[in-house]
């Protein structure tokens, strides 16, 4: 069964340090998501793909949140300077093009900013 | 926007039947998903409702009223794996995105 996959796992950095995430889709899924969970809480949308633009990005916060899909297939958010209130999981999904209410997620990367 | 709440957190007894409710406030809402994340694991997917009406996939069954802003997911012949957190979502018209409720953690006790 195709999954998405992310990487790393497991992330620790220390505040102001940069961080990047990598994600690969479903093979075939034009629509990727990148969500922030923290503890206790609802995955929050950080940014959606289409293809290879951004259809969303409205609570990205850009002065230190940074993501691109250049070809259209894998994905890479970047946090720099990595705070200690960015201490969350960091979900990957991706979905059939046109967007979908059925998200393929993968394991997410465990952040922990010190 | 969008907001949608759900108690924090419901208790059953194996066997027994539960039902988590979701209510939501939002503009230009278009249907109600449903998932299942275990401690540690990924969100995946459990059910959707574009209409108002009961969606039935084996065990799980979930419920979407409009005129309510409501929608509940109903499991039946409750098992000990279905101890996780639920999330409902909302789908909205725009960029079709979803946004997650608070969630509920669901205990399943012997």
């Known amino acids: 069964e195709a999954e998405v996959a992310q990487s790393p796992r497991y992330k620790i950095t220390e505040k102001s340090q940069a961080v990047a995430f990598w994600c690969d889709p479903i093979?075939?899924?034009?629509?990727l998501y990148w969500y922030r969970q923290i503890l206790g809480q609802g995955p929050e949308l950080l940014v959606q793909?289409?293809?290879?633009?951004?259809?969303?990005d409205s609570q990205l916060p850009k002065d230190r949140f940074s993501a691109e899909r250049l070809k259209g297939v894998d994905s890479t958010l970047k946090i720099q300077p990595a705070e200690l209130g960015d201490s969350a999981m960091y979900l990957c999904a991706s979905s059939l093009d046109p967007p979908s209410h059925e998200q393929y997620f993968g394991p997410g990367t465990r952040l922990t900013v010190t | 926007g969008q907001s949608l709440e759900q108690p924090s957190e419901v208790t059953a007894v194996e066997g027994a039947i539960v039902q988590i409710n979701c209510t939501y406030q939002t503009s230009g809402f278009y249907g109600l998903s449903w998932y299942q994340q275990h401690d540690g694991g990924a969100p995946t997917f459990l059910s959707y409702n574009a209409l108002d009406g009961l969606e039935e996939t084996g065990r799980f069954s979930s419920f979407l009223s409009r005129s309510d802003s409501y929608g509940y997911l109903l499991l039946q012949e409750l098992q000990m794996k279905d101890s996780a957190s639920y999330f409902c979502?909302?789908?909205?018209?725009?960029?079709?995105?979803?946004?997650f409720g608070t969630g509920t953690r669901l205990l399943v006790s012997p």
């Open positions: 093979s075939g899924h034009a629509t």
């Open positions: 793909f289409q293809d290879e633009s951004v259809v969303d």
């Open positions: 979502a909302g789908l909205n018209t725009g960029f079709q995105k979803l946004v």
